[in-house]
């Protein structure tokens, strides 16, 4: 379901409102105004706040598993 993230331009609140259909009309959950402006968010697709790591991809040298091993390029 997309969520969206509003702006009221009467007393600035700003609110994410669930919208099932482009022609739903939203209104200002402070002051009931449907003077909105949809504001562009930032999403979260992993799930983490975190960096994430590419599964397959090696080490620092690009073996997979060799950091930190005896004879590994960054072990030491």
């Known amino acids: 379901m997309p969520i969206f993230e509003y702006k009221c ?4 609140t700003i ?6 259909s482009v022609d ?7 002051c009931s105004s449907t003077r ?5 968010s930032a999403h979260n697709t992993s799930g983490s ?3 994430t790591s590419m599964p397959g ?5 690009g073996s997979p598993g060799s950091c930190g091993s ?3 390029c960054c072990s030491g």
């Open 36 to 40: 909105l402006t949809k504001l562009m």
């Open 9 to 12: 331009e009467d007393c600035g």
């Open 15 to 20: 609110s994410e409102f669930i919208v099932f």
């Open 49 to 51: 706040s975190g960096p």
């Open 70 to 72: 005896p004879g590994g």
């Open 57 to 61: 991809f090696g080490g620092c040298c």
């Open 24 to 30: 739903e009309e939203v209104a200002c959950r402070s």
